[in-house]
């Protein structure tokens, strides 16, 4: 073990944050998909929990910059798979509003491309993919960090789909 020694270092306390940054509600953001985990929450059941990055830089409730790889950048989107009456055609509906995004698939008799099915294998194939979401503030008690509310692909922001 090592010997103790007197405290020797002055950390500026009164000028950090200690909450999570929080994108401005409603924003528009390019993100970067990092894949997905099933977890299971004791006594409820299963969810899909989705990761996504932020590409670029987005302001934040307080009028900051959140930069990629900073704090309050990293986005997760948990898809329940339990709870309501037909929990599993929710968890699709939403998978698929995921794979629409990313892959710029659509709905079958759509002139967009048919769906995967979705697994491990499309899970790892998506990542880096990038698509943009819109942004929201949850009003929740003990919410930490953004929801994702909507997905879009690529081709519906540069075709004049984008709102700040």
């Known amino acids: 073990m090592s010997e103790a020694k007197p405290l020797s270092i002055s950390l500026p306390t009164s000028t950090t944050k200690t909450s999570l940054p929080m994108i401005r509600d409603g924003s528009v953001v390019k993100v970067s998909y990092q894949g997905a985990k099933q977890k299971t929450i004791e006594g ?16 934040s409730t307080d009028g900051e910059v959140i930069n990629p790889g900073k704090l309050g950048s990293k986005l997760f989107h948990p898809i329940f798979l339990f709870g309501g ?16 995004a990313l892959l710029g698939t659509g709905d079958p008799g759509s002139s967009k491309p048919s769906r995967p099915e979705f697994n491990e294998s499309l899970v790892n194939q998506m990542k880096g993919a990038t698509c943009y ?9 003990g919410a930490m960090g953004n929801e994702i509310s909507s997905f879009r692909h690529e081709s519906e922001i540069s075709a004049g789909g984008q709102s700040a």
């Open 85 to 100: 009456e037909d929990p599993m055609t929710r968890a699709t509906r939403s998978t698929n509003r995921i794979l629409d």
């Open 44 to 59: 409820k059941g299963d969810i899909i929990e989705h990761e996504f990055h932020l590409v670029e830089p987005a302001q």
């Open 133 to 141: 979401v819109n942004v929201k503030v949850p009003t929740r008690e």
